[in-house]
């Protein structure tokens, strides 16, 4: 038993060396070719080598940073001061560069974003101006959030309150439209406030001069008409503009019409309107024409109740007075007739009673010692058309006022008047019983 454990010892012995040294050799063998050593490191070498790698990667990070500040020269939406400050960074030198990539730029875009607050701020509605102020008072957090989101939400408000503005004021489908974007979302709106409410409007428009046709004069019809047979722009343009250059037309062609069938006033103001603006042909036709209407009604009537000027109860007329003013004597009373009791006196005769009688009486008796009495004749002088008193030729005139000397002579002549004409009368009655 121990002479094989003896014999096993003495055979691994044997032959380890032949497996060891085979493997020990091939390890040896791939470290190095043979025949071939390293040579030892230069230190001063090294230093240039590193020297050259670090300058080479510098130039290589300056080119990724000139690379990134001409990207942001070339986007669109780069502001004034970050193309400002970036085109100083180019001018300058790698560092500058760095230091506008690190620093500068968020200082210059801060700026910018700024200016971009405010411009929406000029132009949005109340709730975006609300949120604009409030960004710039914050810093440039508040004003990138604004930018980012805030100004969004606040036009999607301001936005409805313009959709509900529009449906307001806008005919059936307009506010049709405007119903459905409200219902709608945030897109809904926005295509209605840029497309929907002008499609809406322009049948709301056609509508409405249909209208104006249906009621309009010949040029206004014509012209509507046309405006239907074009586009948005003509109904626009005939709504805004021609339907008024129609409609004046039409109008200068009634009131032509109301002038040449109208009276002298209705005449009158026509051709003042004709010859004046729009507003003076609309108030004549609204109101003018008919003040004028009443003004020759008015003339009219006045000439139908004016009565003609009768003939004068003389026959003569104007003729009686003709000759100087002289008023035509009338032909004398004869003493030897009564007077017809029947037959008062009156002023057309051109006598005063009183003279005529006292004359009579004066002429009958024979009296001498009472002075002549003239009768006076009523006559009209000329241009005045009262009646004076004009005396008869040969006589001495006889004044009615009541006073002067004339007064006595006057009631004696009286008195012997009635006296003469009682004794006619006895005169009369007994020649009529002589011949009876």
């Known amino acids: 038993m121990k002479l094989a454990r003896v014999s096993a010892v ?48 510098q130039d290589k990070a300056a080119e990724e940073d000139r690379i990134a500040v001409l990207r942001m020269l070339a986007d669109p939406s780069t502001g004034v001061s970050v193309r400002e400050a970036a ?24 700026i910018d974003d700024r200016v971009r607050v405010f411009q929406i701020l000029a ?7 609300e949120a604009a102020k ?42 049709e439209a405007a119903k459905a974007a409200i219902d709608g979302s945030a897109e809904d709106i926005k295509h209605f406030l840029e497309v929907g409410q002008f499609e809406a409007r322009y049948q709301d428009d056609r509508v409405h001069v249909a209208q104006i046709i249906s009621v309009g004069g010949p040029r206004v019809q014509k012209a509507g008409r046309d405006a239907l047979n074009g586009g948005p722009e003509a109904v626009k343009h005939f709504l805004e503009v021609g339907q008024f250059d129609a409609r004046l037309n039409d109008d200068r062609v009634r009131v032509t019409q109301i002038y040449s069938a109208g009276g002298p006033a209705v005449k009158e103001a026509a051709k003042a309107a004709i010859d004046g603006s729009a507003e003076d042909i609309k108030h004549f036709l609204e109101v003018g024409q008919f003040e004028a209407r009443a003004k020759d009604k008015a003339a009219e009537d006045a000439a139908k109740n004016t009565p003609s000027p009768s003939p004068s109860p003389s026959g003569g007329g104007a003729d009686a007075n003709a000759g100087g003013g002289q008023a035509v004597r ?37 009296a001498t010692a009472a002075p002549t ?64």
């Open 373 to 436: 009495v003239t009768p006076t004749v009523a006559a009209t002088r000329p241009g005045t058309g009262n009646a004076a008193p004009v005396p008869v030729a040969g006589h001495t005139q006889l004044a009615y006022t009541g006073a002067g000397q004339e007064l006595p002579w006057l009631i004696g002549g009286s008195v012997v008047a009635l006296g003469a004409g009682a004794a006619l009368v006895r005169t009369g009655r007994r020649r009529s019983s002589l011949e009876g």
């Open 10 to 57: 003495v055979a691994a012995v044997a032959i380890a060396p032949a497996v060891l040294l085979p493997s020990y050799a091939n390890a040896a063998d791939t470290g190095q070719a043979p025949g071939t050593s390293v040579p030892d490191a230069d230190p001063g070498q090294s230093a240039q080598d590193k020297a050259a790698q670090d300058k080479a990667a």
């Open 123 to 129: 132009v949005g509605g109340p709730g975006v101006q």
């Open 330 to 366: 009338p032909a004398p009373a004869d003493p030897s007739k009564p007077a017809d009791p029947s037959k008062p006196a009156t002023a057309d005769a051109g006598i005063k009673p009183v003279a005529v009688t006292t004359l009579q009486a004066a002429q009958s008796v024979g």
């Open 134 to 175: 409030a960004a710039l008072r914050g810093g440039p957090e508040a004003v990138k959030q604004f930018l980012e989101v805030g100004q969004f939400k606040a036009r999607f408000v301001d936005d409805q309150v313009r959709v509900s503005q529009i449906y307001s004021a806008g005919g059936p489908a307009v506010k």
């Open 87 to 110: 085109q100083k960074a180019m001018n300058g030198t790698p560092q500058d560069v760095r230091h506008f990539l690190e620093v500068g730029q968020f200082d210059a875009r801060y």
